[in-house]
DNA sequence: TATCTTATATCTTGTATAAGACATAAGACA
DNA sequence: TGTCTTATGTCTTATACAAGATATAAGATA
C-alpha cells in the first residue's frame, strides 16, 4: 500500500501506525458514532489492503488510549461517555473513608461572554469570540464537595443553556458527546492548593479562607484541539484527589 | 509447555501471560539488575521453550508498565530509577512559568522509631516493629518547594542514616535501589489541601496557615508490598502538581 | 402443536508462531 | 583512519488456529 521506505522519506512511519491514522481520521469524521461498533479486523483489512493482524496492531494501540474497547466474541466499540464506567475516568475525586459514592451534578448558572485573552489562548480562539461559562456544584452523598466553572467555545456548543444542562443525566462529556457530538478524549490538569473565597466557601460549606484543592482542567478531542477549559475548587475535608503513578 | 486448557484449570492464563510471570519472577530475584539488557527474545524464546513472538508479547506488557525499557537494536533493559529519565517518573511537580528547572533534594533528619498503629498498617509491618523517618526538603532553581517526611521499614533499609542521604546524588529512590536493592514499581498518591504547620510554613518561606498541597503517597515494589510511606506538603506558589489523564 | 433445550454454523476477537525488515555496534579491511 | 561487512538485537507483517458470542435450526418433551 501506501508504505514508504526509511531511504526514501524521513516520515516514515509503519504500516499499522499508517492503518491507525485512518481509522482515527474515520472516527473523526464520525463514521461511527459513539457506543457503536466498528467494521471487523477483517473487513477493515480487505478495506485498507492489509492483513487483519496489521489491522489488529493498530486497535490494540487505540484501545490503550481508551479510543475503542474491545469485546471478545462481539467487536470493538467506540468509547463513549455514556458508559457508566466511563464515568470517573476523568473524576479522581474518591472519599477518603475507602467506598465508593453516587455523584450528582448541579447547574447553577449558564451564560454568554466573549474570550478574554487568557480563555483565548487556551481554548486556541480569537480576542473576542464568543464563549460560554458554567458554573455547577459536584456533590458526593448528598453533599457539596466541588465547585467548577467551565469555559467552552461558544460556536461549537451553541444551544446550551442551563435548561439543557438541568435536563439531562448523567456527566457533562455524556452530554458534550450526544448533545454536540463532542468527544473528550484526553485531559491535562494542574493542581494547586488556594484559599477559599466567599462565595465558594458558602456554596462548599467550608470557612473562608479555608484550604481548597484548585484543579485546572483543559480538555482535547481528536487533534489535540482544546475544547474545554475548566477550573474546579475541591473541597478536601472528606475527599481526596487519587492518583495512580507508574 | 505448562499450557492448561481452560476446562481442565479455572486459573487459565495464556501461554503469553505465564511467560510474563517468569520473567517477573526472575527479575524479583535479581537475575538481571536495574540498567542491565535482559537475554534477547530468542533468547528467552529458547529457555522456556515458546517463540520469540510469545516472548515479545510478554515483554511488551512488561514495557508498557515501565518495568522494562525496550531499545530497538540494543536489546531490552532493566528500567533503573538511576536513569536520568526517571527522574520525574514520580514527581509530578512543575513550574507555572513552563520551562524545566533542576530539582534537588536536601535531608534534613533521619531517626529511627517503632511502627504506630497508621504506619504499620500502611507498611504491612506488626505493630512496634523498627521503621525509619526522614525529613527532607526539596529545592527547585534554589528554593524550597517541598517538604517530605518519609517512613521506611527498618528492616530492609537497614545502615540507612544521613550521612548517607547527604552523600548520595540524584533521587531517593535511585539511592534505595542501588543501595538497598529495593524498586519502587508504582505508587498510589493521595492529594489534599491543608493548612501550613508552623514548622513547614518556616521550611517552605510561606505564611503559617497558607494553603499547602498535601501528597501522600504509597510506594510498592515487587508483588504488590509496600516499602514507602511518604507526606509531602507541597508550595504551590510557583510551582503545581501536574496530572494527564486519558 | 407449542415450547424448551441443544447442536451447529458463523460471526467476532484472542493467541501463537514464523519470516523478513530495520537498527545498532563491533570487527575486518583497505 | 575511515569504510564496509557482519552479527545480533528489536520491529513489522503475515498466517493459522483457538476461544467467545449469537442466531438459527434440529430435536426432545409436554
Known sequence: MMRQ???????????????????????????WRPG???????????????????V?????????????????????FVASHNDPRAFFRFLRLVPLSGGIEPAKSVPLECWRAKAGPEAARILNLKLGEPIIIVRRLL????????????????????????????EHQGSLYSLFETRFGVRMIRAEERL??????RTS????????????????????TYGDRPVEWRRGLYSTAAHCYYNELS
Not at 38 to 52: D, G, H, M, W
Not at 192 to 197: C, F, G, I, P
Request: net charge negative; aromatic share 6%; no cysteine.
Open 139 to 166: 456533590e458526593f452523598a448528598e453533599k457539596p464537595v466541588v465547585v467548577d466553572e467551565i469555559y467552552l467555545p461558544g460556536e461549537t456548543f451553541a444551544g446550551l443553556s442551563l435548561e439543557v444542562l438541568k
Open 5 to 31: 521506505t526509511p531511504a526514501e522519506s524521513p516520515t516514515f512511519s509503519p504500516l499499522y501506525r499508517q492503518i491507525k491514522e485512518l481509522i482515527l481520521q474515520a472516527l473523526e469524521n464520525g463514521e
Open 56 to 76: 489488529r496492531k493498530a486497535i490494540d494501540e487505540m484501545a490503550a488510549e481508551n479510543l475503542l474497547v474491545r469485546k471478545q466474541g462481539k467487536g470493538t
Open 36 to 54: 457503536e461498533a466498528i467494521p471487523s479486523e477483517t473487513e477493515l483489512a480487505q478495506r485498507f489492503n492489509v492483513s487483519q493482524g496489521t
Open 201 to 220: 466557601a458558602e456554596l462548599l460549606h467550608v470557612p473562608e479562607g479555608s484550604p481548597l484543592l484548585s484543579v485546572e482542567r483543559v480538555s482535547f
Open 192 to 197: 494547586r492548593a488556594v484559599a477559599a473565597d
